[in-house]
């Protein structure tokens, strides 16, 4: 991201003394203002939907299947249950305390620090610009070169944290294919697993893994390997904002669900045991 800031001198502030005064704020007459705000109602209300779930602390484990919410793992608060425990609990059942309180910093460094996200609240939340064509909301633009703005630069190491967070999501997924029989497979089932591919497409269509994979070379011919999946990475890369929004779904529909049948509100369509 670059600097922008007007000061005296720099070639903002002699674009500025050469542009001509218009009293309207903006010549645009489009709709400029749906997406920032589409954007702030999205993400407020998904965050108060997670906010609320991971607080709840409750049907988060539906123990006939072995399902746990993502919201909760890996589970290692002193309540949760053994069979949904699989790394131990380590820390104590304070009410403040998520039972994912491990993962939970990490996913929320990774999703704050995400370009795309960066991006959508900068223009909606910021208004900084709100869109193209619209003045900035703010006097200056103090870029992302020092602080607070210069974290955002530790998006490269919490991908590595979501890379984990995935894995282990990917293990609950695994052990979710159970039933009193033995192994079975519902619906729930078929909703964990979408969401776990989901995540991975999102986590492996970052700007920062598409680097770790394909940066830093002189020659792609050298690195067959490394060019074959920066390539597969770079087309993942190309989606990267649908997958932003179509993980926070998929996260919402699988918390949902196990909350609903492990509250009893209905129970799950099994097609194996
Ligand atoms: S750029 Fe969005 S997750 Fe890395």
């Given at each position: 991201?670059?600097?922008?800031?007007?000061?005296?001198?720099?070639?903002?502030?002699?674009?500025?003394?050469?542009?001509?005064?218009?009293?309207?704020?903006?010549?645009?007459?489009?709709?400029?203002?749906?997406?920032?705000?589409?954007?702030?109602?999205?993400?407020?209300?998904?965050?108060?939907?997670?906010?609320?779930?991971?607080?709840?602390?409750k049907w988060y484990f539906v123990e006939e299947y072995n399902w746990l919410t993502p919201f909760y793992s890996?589970c290692?608060?002193?309540?949760c249950p053994p069979e949904a425990a699989h790394?131990?609990?380590?820390?104590?059942?304070?009410?403040?305390?998520?039972?994912?309180?491990?993962?939970?910093?990490?996913?929320?460094?990774?999703?704050?620090?995400?370009?795309?996200?960066?991006?959508?609240?900068?223009?909606?939340?910021?208004?900084?610009?709100?869109?193209?064509?619209?003045?900035?909301?703010?006097?200056?633009?103090?870029?992302?070169?020092?602080?607070?703005?210069?974290?955002?630069?530790?998006?490269?190491?919490?991908?590595?944290?979501?890379?984990?967070?995935?894995?282990?999501n990917t293990y609950d997924a695994a052990v979710a294919m159970s039933s009193p029989e033995g192994f079975g497979f519902g619906l729930g089932n078929v909703i964990l697993w979408v969401n776990v591919?989901?995540?991975?497409?999102?986590?492996?269509?970052?700007?920062?893994?598409?680097?770790?994979?394909?940066?830093?070379?002189?020659?792609?011919?050298?690195?067959?390997?490394?060019?074959?999946?920066?390539?597969?990475?770079?087309?993942?890369?190309?989606?990267?904002?649908?997958?932003?929004?179509?993980?926070?779904?998929?996260?919402?529909l699988t918390d949902f669900y196990i909350m609903a049948v492990a509250a009893g509100w209905f129970g799950d369509l099994r097609f194996v045991n």
């Open positions: 991201m670059t600097t922008t800031s007007a000061r005296p001198g720099t070639g903002v502030a002699r674009e500025r003394a050469r542009r001509a005064e218009i009293p309207a704020k903006t010549l645009r007459t489009d709709r400029w203002w749906l997406p920032p705000l589409v954007t702030v109602i999205g993400l407020t209300t998904w965050l108060a939907y997670a906010v609320t779930r991971t607080f709840i602390h890996p290692v608060t002193d309540r790394f131990g609990t380590w820390l104590p059942s304070a009410w403040f305390l998520p039972e994912a309180a491990f993962s939970l910093p990490f996913l929320l460094l990774f999703r704050l620090t995400c370009y795309y996200y960066r991006k959508a609240y900068y223009r909606s939340f910021w208004l900084s610009p709100p869109a193209c064509a619209v003045p900035d909301g703010h006097r200056t633009y103090g870029g992302e070169t020092r602080f607070p703005l210069i974290f955002q630069n530790a998006h490269r190491y919490a991908f590595y944290a979501a890379v984990v967070i995935s894995l282990i591919i989901m995540l991975w497409a999102y986590t492996l269509s970052c700007h920062s893994c598409r680097h770790i994979i394909g940066g830093r070379l002189k020659h792609f011919s050298r690195h067959p390997v490394r060019y074959r999946l920066w390539t597969g990475v770079s087309r993942l890369n190309t989606r990267h904002m649908e997958l932003a929004w179509i993980t926070l779904g998929t996260l919402a």
